[in-house]
């Protein structure tokens, strides 16, 4: 399965690790992520308008099988991405360490949730 990980990034890249460690869990698993910050900024290297950002996001999303937003930091652009998501009908799981406030908007867009 092809899975778009949503993930609220720092720009100083302090959380790359995480995020790198989501990928192997996932590719581990058998399935294909796209994260916009390495696949497309290539960490830092590239640098893209917003505008551009938001474009290529929304085009991965079309092209993959499901949307999965790791929520335990809030960002306007994993609602957006959810949102996106959800319109074309894509399935939405979100994950979030334990104790992390989910809002109202990521629990009515989310097929499921799960804690961790």
């Known amino acids: 399965m092809k899975i778009y990980l949503a993930i609220k990034f720092h720009a100083d890249?302090?959380?790359?690790?995480?995020?790198?460690?989501?990928?192997d869990?996932?590719?581990?698993?058998?399935?294909?992520?796209?994260?916009?910050?390495?696949?497309?900024?290539?960490?830092?290297?590239?640098k893209f308008s917003n505008k551009?950002?938001?474009?290529?996001?929304?085009?991965?999303?079309?092209?993959?099988?499901?949307?999965?937003?790791?929520?335990?930091?809030?960002?306007?652009?994993?609602g957006v991405a959810a949102g996106f998501a959800k319109a074309?009908?894509?399935p939405i799981i979100v994950i979030a360490k334990t104790g992390s406030e989910i809002s109202d908007t990521i629990e009515g867009t989310a097929d499921k949730i799960i804690f961790y």
């Open 25 to 46: 869990a996932l590719d581990k698993a058998g399935h294909t992520s796209v994260i916009a910050v390495r696949d497309f900024e290539q960490w830092g290297a590239l």
């Open 88 to 90: 074309l009908g894509k």
């Open 52 to 78: 551009q950002v938001m474009d290529q996001d929304f085009e991965a999303i079309r092209g993959v099988d499901m949307l999965l937003v790791e929520f335990s930091e809030k960002g306007v652009g994993l």
């Open 13 to 23: 890249f302090s959380n790359r690790a995480f995020i790198e460690s989501l990928a």
